[in-house]
Nanobody, 117 residues
Framework: QVQLVESGGGLVQAGGSLRLSCVASRSIFTFSTWGWYRQAPGKERDLVATISTGGSTKYGDSVKGRFTISSDNAKNTMYLQMNSLKPEDTAVYYC???????????WGRGTQVTVSS
């Protein structure tokens, strides 16, 4: 079973930037789409952004124009560049991969992002 490991979270002031990375433990040839979700305390897990292995992207309304998702398929790595961060972006950010061939969707353990005002 493939594993996803997130990194790059931390504490940043409002208006600052962070870059998250998600590394898959093996080739992503089984992936159809992978992306980022986030969950703040007491709230549901929400879509941040997704990218297909063909490069098509989708963003949650609250991050459009501020966040950019990208991937380096040769390195089995996906990124989330977060600019103009706001306190309401504070959450645990999770990497997720949907897979082809009837394989299960996979989640990473998450990385904490905290934006101070």
């Amino acid at each position: 079973q493939v594993q996803l490991v997130e990194s790059g979270g931390g504490l940043v002031q409002a208006g600052g930037s962070l870059r998250l990375s998600c590394v898959a433990s093996r080739s992503i040839f089984t992936f159809s789409t992978w992306g980022w979700y986030r969950q703040a305390p007491g709230k549901e897990r929400d879509l941040v952004a997704t990218i297909s292995t063909g490069g098509s992207t989708k963003y949650g309304d609250s991050v459009k124009g501020r966040f950019t998702i990208s991937s380096d398929n040769a390195k089995n790595t996906m990124y989330l560049q977060m600019n103009s961060l706001k306190p309401e972006d504070t959450a645990v950010y999770y990497c997720n991969a949907d897979q082809k061939f009837g394989l299960e969707s996979v989640w990473g353990r998450g990385t904490q992002v905290t934006v101070s005002s």
